[in-house]
């Protein structure tokens, strides 16, 4: 079975520009999420979804991050502007279900200047 | 978000070692999973634990999801080149949106 995809997988851009980040989950996966992993630490979520259903965006600062899956298949995660605390590597992750592990894609890593 | 305490942070054994690592959390949890990333690389899924008291073994590789539910450990035993990276437990609480939350990573580093 063909993995996460995710693209691009290298992005380096100036503060206050905007980024998009692209993710393709295994086929036949509901639930999609992306974290956040900032170099040294542990992945943080940042939103969850259910088919095209937002489970938790607690987590999502959205005064600047939106994430979208409109049809219930990839997502896409966006940062308007980026600040320079956004470097990271941004990771999408599916599961057949809520209770279920997930598979990681290999993540974009973000450099912002 | 939870709080999930991984130790030791680093591991530096040589090869052919046997390694063992913890996880623990003031929260009870119903899954734990154990997770390995390599530099560059997304977190690749080792182990998943869904019952307290469960022990699970993947190769070389043992786990056990701890009798109170607020911990878990991870063991490799004859510790080869290829075991190098961080190792992350996770655990979900359900009702909590079911969202995992991740440890702080342990480190190894295997001489050979």
């Known amino acids: 079975e063909a993995g996460v995809a995710q693209s691009p997988r290298y992005k380096i851009i100036e503060k206050r520009q905007s980024v998009a980040f692209w993710c393709n989950p295994i086929?036949?996966?509901?639930?999609l999420y992306w974290y956040q992993q900032i170099l040294g630490q542990g992945p943080k979520l940042l939103i969850q979804?259910?088919?095209?259903?937002?489970?938790?965006d607690s987590q999502l600062p959205k005064d600047r991050f939106s994430a979208e899956r409109l049809k219930g298949v990839d997502s896409t995660l966006k940062i308007q502007p980026a600040k320079l605390e956004d470097s990271a590597v941004y990771l999408c992750?599916?599961?057949?279900?809520?209770?279920?592990?997930?598979?990681f894609g290999s993540g974009t890593r973000l450099t912002v200047v | 978000g939870q709080q999930l305490n991984q130790s030791p942070q680093s591991m530096f054994i040589q090869e052919g070692e046997d390694v063992s690592m913890n996880c623990t959390s003031s929260?009870?949890?119903?899954?734990w999973l154990w997770y390995k990333q390599d530099p560059g690389e997304g977190p690749v899924l080792l182990i998943a634990?869904?019952?307290?008291?469960e022990l699970t073994s993947n190769g070389r590789l043992t786990a056990q999801f701890g009798i109170t539910r607020k911990d878990s450990f991870l063991n490799i035993s004859a510790s080869i080149p290829s075991d190098v990276g961080i190792y992350f437990c996770?655990?979900?609480?359900?009702?909590?949106?079911?969202?995992?939350?991740f440890g702080t990573g342990t480190s190894l580093t295997v001489i050979p």
């Open positions: 979804f259910q088919n095209n259903g937002v489970v938790d």
């Open positions: 634990l869904y019952k307290a008291g």
């Open positions: 996770a655990g979900q609480i359900k009702n909590t949106g079911n969202q995992f939350y």
């Open positions: 992750a599916s599961s057949k279900g809520q209770n279920y592990g997930y598979t």
């Open positions: 929260s009870i949890f119903n899954t």
């Open positions: 086929s036949g996966h509901a639930t």
